[in-house]
T-cell receptor, first 112, second 112 residues
Framework: DVKVTQSSRYLVKRTGEKVFLECVQD?????MFWYRQDPGLGLRLIYF???????EKGDIPEGYSVSREKKERFSLILESASTNQTSMYLC???????????FGPGTRLTVT | QQPVQSPQAVILREGEDAVINCSSS?????VHWYRQKHGEAPVFLMI?????EQKGHEKISASFNEKKQQSSLYLTASQLSYSGTYFC?????????????FGRGTSLIVHP
């Protein structure tokens, strides 16, 4: 079974802090994605990556950056956290760009 | 732009049927359907790749009309375990990449 793990289930940070969210998949998938999920808004794509050291912006990249130094790991970085970035963050991976996505358990981030 | 899902919410009794629709303004390569139970990660249900294709999974099936850029998810003889939020994920191509966009979700509640 594909396993996607995220570094924390719950995280509380202060405004202005630099925040790192880590995602690791164990199935040698090429593609990895970061979404944020807010009530009533569904899943919105922040960034995705189709290869190591490669990244592409999604629909809402502002205020975020990503890093993919190794195939299995995809990190989401909030350079200076703000309260409007309080949300559930979901990581996903897929074998190919349009194949089924496997989601991690999510990180609920609260910025105070 | 996110695909539009309808209805936003459905309440059923066990054994009843439901249809969830997903409509996109973009030309689609494929459509995915996922179910998310409260507090859990979204789980893949099925993928539709070709226009007019229908796929089934037990009592859950789906259709994809590529021309109309629409997909529908059919849940027949619903069970309590079907409760959750259903998301459609549409994929379009851009610059050689597959770009996923998810709808806002349809909440399905099945009562005994």
């Amino acid at each position: 079974d594909v396993k996607v793990t995220q570094s924390s289930r719950y995280l509380v940070k202060r405004t202005g802090e630099k925040v790192f969210l880590e995602c690791v998949q164990d199935m040698d998938h090429e593609n990895m994605f970061w979404y944020r999920q807010d009530p009533g808004l569904g899943l919105r794509l922040i960034y995705f990556s189709y290869d190591v050291k490669m990244k592409e912006k999604g629909d809402i990249p502002e205020g975020y950056s990503v890093s993919r130094e190794k195939k299995e790991r995809f990190s989401l970085i909030l350079e200076s956290a703000s309260t409007n970035q309080t949300s559930m963050y979901l990581c996903a991976s897929s074998l190919d760009g349009s194949y089924e996505q496997y989601f991690g358990p999510g990180t609920r981030l609260t910025v105070t | 732009q996110q695909p539009v899902q309808s209805p936003q919410a459905v309440i059923l009794r066990e054994g009843e049927d439901a249809v969830i629709n997903c409509s996109s303004s973009k030309a689609l390569y494929s459509v995915h359907w996922y179910r998310q139970k409260h507090g859990e990660a979204p789980v893949f249900l099925m993928i539709l790749l070709k226009g007019g294709e229908q796929k089934g999974h037990e009592k859950i099936s789906a259709s994809f009309n590529e021309k109309k850029q629409q997909s529908s998810l059919y849940l027949t003889a619903s069970q309590l375990s079907y409760s959750g939020t259903y998301f459609c994920g549409t994929f379009h191509t851009s610059g050689g990449s597959y770009i996923p966009t998810f709808g806002r979700g349809t909440s399905l509640i099945v009562h005994p």
